[in-house]
């Protein structure tokens, strides 16, 4: 009797397998001779011992973050630039897509009529090592000035910057034009609802390695080292691949929302209103009162159109970095904070004590690479500054931008519960206008408990 004919389809996964198992021995064989056995320090702390010397340590020889417009590797490819992560913060669910057959794992974008809605750029600061460590400055062009390397290669490269035109209307912003604060003109905001007209760039991240550890004042093996254990040893050619200068981080990225002509924003003959806004899910979306991030969002949006309007230039930042960069576990670690607060007095004296209690660091959202964006803007200067951070502030004035005024959130649109949040950041160092609450009045300020409301 003669045997059943194998499966073609059976065949075929084991090849798949076979050849998923190569390239992980290969790996492990490779990450063995560079990683040591788990170790202690005197302190009794463990960690894992990388060696010095890894495969490709020499000099790049591309000298800034562009070099990440270099096509990266592909199936076909035997050509490598950087450490990638297809769809970023959004790469396991891409990966989810080809495990499940969903998306063919050879797909290759069609970038009929995608190109930018605007023009932007080149500026100087595109081409300074110093200026832009964290993002591609050439990443809203790369499928084009690339086509024929991504043709003739089969490489798959993508764009990191994408650039539209929209509609933003939002409720508050109807409300500004019934009470006369903003004002229709059919350019900026249209009609007597708020819709505005506005230009919107989405940015993913793209570190130059040198350059990122330089920002925090750290050597490149540190920051490897540690971008590889806190991942899992997910990217392990952050050690073993010492020549490879840029990485794709699996993180969130951010989005200019831009006001009036775009080409203002690096004109310095006209005014810039600016908004620097870190995420805030709870209160940016769902208007929990527990802090101002809403109220200061749409604050920042009011400012940059009125700016706009009168000739100037209007920019809102939006970065995702979700409660601080702790998460939203860890704002559920602020969700755990919040709990912690309402449990207890929740005093504005004790804020940044819960977190750190909870989450072991006041703020993860390390302001350093943030003005990387208003480089590649080509900003120069910035007339009004809409935030009290004192963070944001230094990290901007660091990088040799000048703020001229900064700007508070009004009184009248501070919650009464985030008073204990506005207090509690005013006295470790935000800017006001006003008075700073000494170490006695800060205990003073209390929120709401959760008894004072019906669930």
């Known amino acids: 009797m003669n045997p059943a004919t194998p499966d073609p389809a059976v065949l075929d996964a084991l090849r798949q397998i076979q050849h998923t198992q190569t390239q992980l021995l290969t790996a492990v064989e490779s990450l063995t001779e560079r990683v ?42 035997p050509f ?45 600061q595109w081409g300074d090592p110093r200026k832009i460590v964290a993002m591609d400055p050439w990443g809203h062009l790369t499928p084009w000035t690339f086509k024929n390397i991504m043709e003739e290669e089969h490489v798959d490269l993508r764009p990191t910057i994408a650039i539209t035109k929209a509609h933003m209307k939002l409720p508050e912003l109807e409300e500004s034009v019934k009470a006369g604060r903003l004002v229709p003109d059919g350019k900026v905001c249209l009609n007597k609802l708020g819709e505005l007209a506005v230009t919107k760039f989405a940015v993913e991240p793209v570190w130059y390695l040198p350059g990122v550890a330089e920002r925090f004042g750290i050597d490149e093996a540190t920051l490897r080292r540690s971008l590889f254990e806190h991942t899992g040893g997910s990217y392990p050619e952050l050690i073993t691949r010492g020549d490879i200068k840029v990485f794709l981080p699996p993180i969130g990225g951010l989005t200019v929302y831009c006001f009036g002509d775009p ?11 600016l908004r620097i806004h870190d995420e805030c899910n709870g209160s940016d979306v769902f208007g929990s009162d527990i802090c101002t991030c809403r109220p200061y969002l749409i604050f920042g949006i009011e400012e940059a159109v009125k700016e706009a309007q009168n000739g100037g230039s209007g ?5 995702r970095k979700e409660g601080r960069a702790l998460g939203e576990v860890t704002k559920s670690h602020q969700y755990l904070v919040y709990n912690a607060r309402k449990r207890g007095e929740d005093r504005a004296s004790d804020y940044f004590m819960r977190t750190e209690n909870i989450a072991g660091v006041k703020d993860m959202r390390f302001q350093a690479l943030m003005p990387d964006i208003l480089h590649w803007l080509g900003i120069q200067k910035i007339d009004r500054m809409l935030s009290m951070s004192n963070m944001k502030h230094d990290a901007i004035v660091s990088q040799g931008i000048p703020i001229l005024e900064r700007v508070e959130l009004p009184e009248e649109l501070i919650p009464a519960d985030s008073r204990v949040e506005i207090d509690a950041k005013i006295t470790a160092g935000y800017f006001t206008a006003g008075k ?12 709401r408990m959760w008894e004072d409301i019906d669930h």
């Not at 990638?84 to 063919?104: F, Q």
């Not at 797909?107 to 190109?115: A, K, Q, S, V, Y």
Request: proline share 7%; charged share 25%.
């Open 36 to 77: 040591g056995a788990e170790e202690s320090d005197p302190d009794g702390s463990s960690h894992t011992k990388i060696r010095s010397e890894v495969r490709g340590g020499g000099e790049s020889t591309v000298p800034n973050a562009a070099a990440s417009a270099l096509p990266i590797s592909s199936p076909r490819s």
């Open 80 to 124: 490598t630039s950087r450490i990638i992560l297809t769809g970023g913060s959004y790469s396991i669910y891409y990966a989810l897509a080809v495990a499940s057959k969903e998306l063919d794992r050879d797909h290759r974008p069609d970038f009929t009529n995608t190109e930018p809605a605007t023009r932007i750029g080149p500026f100087p």
């Open 263 to 273: 080409e203002k924003m690096s004109d310095q003959n006209v005014r810039l209103s």
């Open 315 to 319: 920019v809102v930042i939006y970065f």
């Open 436 to 447: 700073r609450l000494t170490a006695e009045e800060l205990q003073s300020v209390q929120g």
